[in-house]
């Protein structure tokens, strides 16, 4: 049996976890090929399982990647939840169902974003990956802040405004993975937006698909596995069992919120814990045999 694994053309040969996902699903006996999710030539239905990884300029036409999931029959994770988690205005379905996520405003193109009169704060677009698109401003730059808005705007993007959480310079986000709704392992991620800055928007080369990120392993703590479950939860009682998720936190000063769920192509960062890739390999054997 026969599973492709989906790429974009930038990264022909996957991402970083790519190597330790091919050794696990052949350890399995498994064949696996890596192809770009935008191959017009390809036959998609000649897989008997097609898996999303690293999809990563999707964001430059998301409209195209949704409907190429829903063309697609034996999809991992499913065509629903892309379209779905391929926009974070999904945070306001996770705020409304009492979780607890980072305060966000919103602005539709064509309507002007209003800063905060006090503390830093985020300007990014609601369909963006890798903190692309992303700036940080300060209280004294709602000028910057809205020219920034208004370019994710002449993109046609719905832009979000959030507090910047400064708590993230010293602890860092906790990003924790589950991989058949049970929890794998978490890493650490350092603040990746420095003081006054304002990330853009090309997709066109391998290196502008995501900000480089410094990554560590990290023990969650109570608080983040219980949000995270609660995460975990809510897509259950939505989408049903997904193969894998990746819930983003942030400390705050009433304790962490999610930043981003992330359910369609995150990095899982398998290098991270020894038995990762197993048991990602594990759960993608056992949708292919369902």
């Known amino acids: 049996m026969s599973i492709a694994i989906a790429t974009c053309a930038e990264l022909p040969d996957g991402d970083e976890d790519a190597p330790r996902l091919r050794a696990a699903l052949q350890r399995r006996g498994l064949r696996s090929e890596w192809r770009s999710w935008d191959d017009a030539l390809l036959d998609w239905s000649a897989f008997d399982l097609v898996v999303v990884r690293s999809t990563w300029d999707y964001t430059g036409d998301r409209e195209a990647f949704v409907r190429w999931a829903y063309s697609v029959d034996r999809l991992v994770n499913p065509a629903d939840v892309i379209e779905w988690n ?127 990120e410094k990554i560590s392993p990290r023990l969650p703590g109570a608080a983040e596995l219980a949000l995270g479950a609660q995460a975990v939860d809510y897509v259950q009682s939505r989408f049903g069992d997904l193969v894998y998720l990746r819930v983003d936190l942030l400390p705050s000063a009433t304790g962490p919120v999610i930043i981003e769920l992330e359910l369609v192509e995150p990095s899982l960062f398998l290098e991270f814990d020894d038995g990762a890739a197993d048991r990602l390999a594990a759960a993608i054997a056992r949708r292919l045999a369902a």
């Open 86 to 212: 391929t926009d974070k205005t999904y945070l306001r379905d996770l705020a409304r169902a009492g979780l607890a996520v980072v305060p966000t405003d919103w602005a539709l193109p064509g309507e002007t974003i209003r800063p905060p009169e006090s503390g830093e704060f985020v300007v990014k677009p609601s369909v963006g990956a890798g903190s692309k698109g992303a700036g940080r401003f300060a209280a004294d730059q709602p000028a910057a802040a809205r020219d920034h808005a208004a370019l994710l705007h002449r993109h046609g993007r719905t832009v979000m405004v959030q507090p910047y959480l400064g708590a993230v310079d010293t602890l860092g986000e906790t990003a924790l993975i589950y991989v058949d709704g049970q929890f794998s392992h978490a890493i650490g991620k350092a603040a990746m937006l420095p003081e006054t800055t304002a990330n853009g928007l090309d997709t066109k080369s391998s290196r502008s698909l995501y900000v480089h």
